[in-house]
């Protein structure tokens, strides 16, 4: 039997890639278009279970009126105008994962561990990580730390966890629903609670979420947690408070889903030279005090920097010329136009 281990990894597993960008927010997602042109491959991993970074997840509906060529474009239609235009660099998405660990290895290229164990060997690291890691809001209930993990999750990674399981989603906006959408079918029991009987999620989930109580496939309780029990991690019951008193559930585990705040995050534990939480960085380059690790985007800073989705976009293009010098040393880089190049057309599966 063969112990060679599939293209691109390592025999531990460990994915090996020419650049790691750490965001998949604007500024990330094009720096795969502009890392595709000129033939450097790359992983991106996001906290969050999808793209588009504070674009999809702070303002999806908001129109944007200053990004060129587009008058106006919603936060979510760029993201998807833009997983569109990358797509021909087939670019491999790691989402729900947040980067922890970044170390150089003797050889230059540096090891990166994601909090779900996976890890990646890179020649060169973009930091594309905007204002930081997402971070769930953490509900004001005694003891909840011991159960995180366990029984207590802010975001699914694997339905089947949750299979044959009394659940508990808290919360009113679209993750509240969805989660209550998705595992009903798989839950033994599943009981919907949110403080007011007014949800703020799309119409349409709202709309399936009350057909679903109607016919008494959920439960939905207006009102609020205010004690867990259990042994060890393993929640056992949930204490909630409604108009009418108190009850004490019998739930296996908690989704609670309480909005984000944006923290800094593992980036500052990773030797690089910061000023206020922002990545200084040359202009020319924009590369970090740690040769072939960039930042791009609204984490880092410079004389003159805009925090604005168009500053990342040229950040993106400059940084990939430096990125192709060390992925491919001593290779010259040719300027090209996409419109007339058929080098770059091919690439872009135009021509
Ligand atoms: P982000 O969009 O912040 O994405 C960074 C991503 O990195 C996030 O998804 C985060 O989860 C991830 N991440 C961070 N740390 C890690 C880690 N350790 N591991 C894994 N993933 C990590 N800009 C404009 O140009 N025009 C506008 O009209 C405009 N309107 C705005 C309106 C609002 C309400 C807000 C909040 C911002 C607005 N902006 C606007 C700013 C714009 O959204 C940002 O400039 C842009 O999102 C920055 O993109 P980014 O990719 O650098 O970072």
Not at 201 to 223: D, F, N, Q, T, W
Request: one cysteine or more; hydrophobic letters at 40%; glycine letters at 12%.
């Amino acid at each position: 039997m063969s112990s060679e281990a599939p293209a691109g990894q390592t025999g531990d597993g460990t994915i090996e890639t020419d650049a790691l960008i750490i965001g998949a927010g604007p500024v990330g997602l094009f720096a795969v278009f502009e890392l595709g042109l000129v033939d450097v491959k790359a992983h991106v991993v996001d906290i969050l279970g999808r793209a588009g970074g504070q674009c999809s997840e702070l303002y999806p509906d908001k129109p944007i009126y200053d990004i060129p060529g587009l008058p106006t474009v919603t936060g979510q239609e760029l993201t998807d105008r833009l997983m569109e235009q990358i797509h021909p660099f087939g670019a491999t998405f790691h989402f729900g994962e947040r980067v922890d660990e970044l170390e150089r290895l003797e050889d230059g290229r540096f090891r990166l561990v994601t909090d779900a164990g996976t890890s990646f060997i890179a020649k060169v690291v973009v930091i594309a990580a905007g204002g930081g890691s997402f971070t769930p809001k953490r509900p004001p209930l005694a003891g909840i730390e011991a159960f995180e993990g366990k029984s207590v999750h802010y975001a699914v990674r694997r339905m089947d966890d949750f299979r044959d399981k009394d659940v508990l989603v808290v919360g009113g906006g679209d993750s509240a629903l969805d989660w209550t959408l998705n595992l009903q079918p798989i839950a033994k029991s599943l009981t919907l609670m949110h403080r007011r009987d007014e949800f703020r999620g799309a119409p349409h989930s709202v709309e399936k979420m009350r057909a679903l109580a109607g016919e008494g496939k959920i439960r939905l309780i207006i009102g609020q947690a205010s004690a867990l029990h259990g042994t060890g991690d393993a929640l056992e019951a949930v204490t909630v408070k409604t108009k009418e008193g108190e009850e004490r559930l019998p739930i296996g585990v908690m989704l609670p889903f309480f909005g984000l705040t944006m923290k800094l995050g593992p980036v500052a534990n990773w030797g690089i030279n910061l000023n206020e939480n922002l990545i200084p960085v040359d202009t020319e380059k924009f590369e970090t005090s740690e040769p072939r690790i960039f930042a791009i985007g609204d984490i880092n800073t410079y004389p003159g920097k805009l925090k604005l989705i168009l500053s990342g976009f040229h950040e993106a293009a400059l940084m990939a010329q430096q990125a192709h010098k060390y992925v491919f040393p001593g290779k010259k880089l040719l300027f090209q136009y996409t419109t007339s190049s058929s080098n770059l057309q091919k690439k872009l599966g135009v021509n």
